[in-house]
């Protein structure tokens, strides 16, 4: 697709769903937006106008004291359940975010087609007024005494708690590498936000950082752009490899090419087979991507243009007529590779607060993430805590729409177990990753613990498609604002 055709198109997608349309009722937006037809997926929508508010059925109409921990997609969309689900509940929640960026949109700020004020709204829109706010940051959690102390010094007890941090990028531990790097010398990494200060500068730097590559590709130049993939879960698994597609893409639409390596630290291109297989068939149209798995960026040096990876490989041993099988060991060494343009994943991890508290899990590889049941997201220790979102340590679910899924089973089951009832409402892990593979075409993989669920299940998942461009670029954003954030899907 053509740049120009975008962007003709998205003055009448503001029209429909700007800011004029931000009073709409659910039924309204749901009618305006074809929910339950073609743009009814991803798994929210119900089957009729009637079943999205009938989902709004669990209520509670006892007193709590309710603490909501975070005001990113999870913390505002469990806010905006619980409301509902609460009516008489003291309800707080500590953020100190009074900006909310739809961090999706980052992706295609970094490819051209957004731009900051695409993706941020002020948190107040989606705070009531019958909320206490508290623009501030938890420093420790005591789940002992039901209690938690801000930054300033403030306690704030609580009967039941949802805990919706998010994640911490560090950048910090890739040795050599600062924040301030980002944009400078052929480095840009389109995650890189304030969420505090209500900045996105990633996806602009991203943008300036395709153009300049091909720049230096229209030179005569052949430059080497390596895209790394840190050995950490992360927000959104799919988008080191969007980065590629897309800047691939930037550049072959004039012809164009450059030396591109995917320094991935995982084994594969995709945990499901048939997407892995798929995204291979992807990489052939831009014939110059070298796989390196087992490659995590350990440090860089930013002024010479070397960045190091420690990679894992394995050592076949001795054959062991018993098992009928080789004894393998696993190596680690490190490896140097020059570039002229590198785009960097940070590194990913929980809150310190919650590494530091006893909500996280206390050893194995989730260890610091939030210790919550995998299918009920109620703590397994501590029964009136519950987690939302990218910081609950869970195997699946660090995606937008797997917080959106958690909303209702979160608010559900904290109502059950308030009102003494047995937790019913099971989180499938839910996970959904638009794989933007060019301008114009995304694979669209939704899965779960199980292996995939489609929610048109007619439709290849692992089939690039127009259809799921369009539904990205032009219904996602106004659906995140206008239904997700407020509860109603």
Not at 137 to 161: C, H, K, L, Q
Not at 163 to 172: K, L, N, Q
Not at 257 to 275: D, H, M, R, T, V
Request: include cysteine; proline fraction near 5%; aromatic fraction near 10%.
């Amino acid at each position: 697709m053509k740049k120009q055709k975008i962007e003709h198109s998205k003055p009448l997608i503001d029209h429909l769903y700007g800011e004029e349309q931000s009073g709409m009722s659910r039924r309204t937006a749901l009618k305006v937006m074809g929910i339950g037809g073609a743009a009814g997926v991803m798994g929210m929508a119900p089957s009729s106008i009637a079943a999205a508010e009938a989902e709004a059925g669990v209520k509670s109409d006892k007193n709590a004291k309710i603490l909501v921990v975070g005001a990113g997609a999870g913390g505002i969309m469990a806010l905006a359940r619980l409301r509902s689900a609460l009516p008489n509940a003291d309800i707080t929640i500590i953020a100190p975010n009074e900006k909310h960026l739809y961090q999706p949109g980052q992706v295609f700020i970094g490819a051209g087609l957004y731009t900051f004020d695409d993706i941020v709204k002020d948190n107040k829109d989606f705070i009531a007024d019958d909320v206490n706010w508290i623009k501030d940051e938890v420093a420790s959690f005591d789940p002992d005494n039901n209690m938690v102390t801000t930054r300033a010094g403030e306690e704030v007890s609580y009967d039941y708690m949802v805990v919706a941090t998010g994640i911490v990028y560090h950048y910090d531990w890739i040795k050599g590498l600062t924040e301030d790097d980002i944009g400078k010398n052929g480095i840009a990494s389109v995650y890189l936000n304030n969420l505090e200060k209500g900045t996105a500068d990633g996806g602009e730097i991203t943008w300036k950082w395709f153009n300049e590559l091909k720049k230096s590709a229209a030179s005569g130049k052949r430059p080497t752009a390596i895209y790394t993939n840190p050995n950490t879960p992360i927000k959104c698994g799919g988008a080191p490899q969007k980065m590629l597609y897309l800047s691939a893409d930037h550049l072959k639409k004039d012809g164009l090419s450059a030396n591109y390596i995917y320094a991935n630290s995982g084994s594969k291109l995709f945990s499901i087979p048939e997407i892995a297989d798929a995204l291979q068939k992807v990489q052939t149209r831009y014939d110059t991507i070298t796989n390196k798995f087992r490659h995590n960026l350990v440090a860089i040096d930013v002024k010479n243009k070397m960045a190091t990876f420690e990679e894992t490989y394995e050592i076949k041993g001795e054959y062991d007529e018993d098992l009928g099988e080789y004894d393998i060991s696993e190596e680690t060494r490190m490896v140097d590779m020059s570039y002229d343009f590198i785009h960097i994943v940070p590194p990913m991890g929980p809150p310190q607060a919650l590494v530091d508290s006893p909500l996280g899990w206390q050893k194995g590889s989730a260890k610091g993430w939030l210790e919550v049941d995998q299918v009920t997201l109620q703590h397994r220790r501590y029964k009136n805590v519950f987690g939302m979102g990218d910081v609950c340590g869970i195997p699946l679910g660090k995606t937008g729409g797997s917080a959106r899924h958690h909303g209702p089973i979160v608010v559900g089951n904290l109502v059950a177990e308030l009102e003494g009832k047995k937790l019913e409402e099971k989180f499938d892990g839910y996970t959904v990753c638009p794989m933007k593979v060019s301008y114009g075409e995304i694979i669209m993989p939704e899965f779960g613990y199980k292996g995939l669920i489609p929610t048109i299940p007619f439709l290849d998942p692992a089939k690039p498609r127009y259809f799921w461009w369009a539904f990205d670029l032009y219904q996602l954003k106004p659906m995140y604002w206008y239904l997700m954030l407020r509860g109603w899907f």
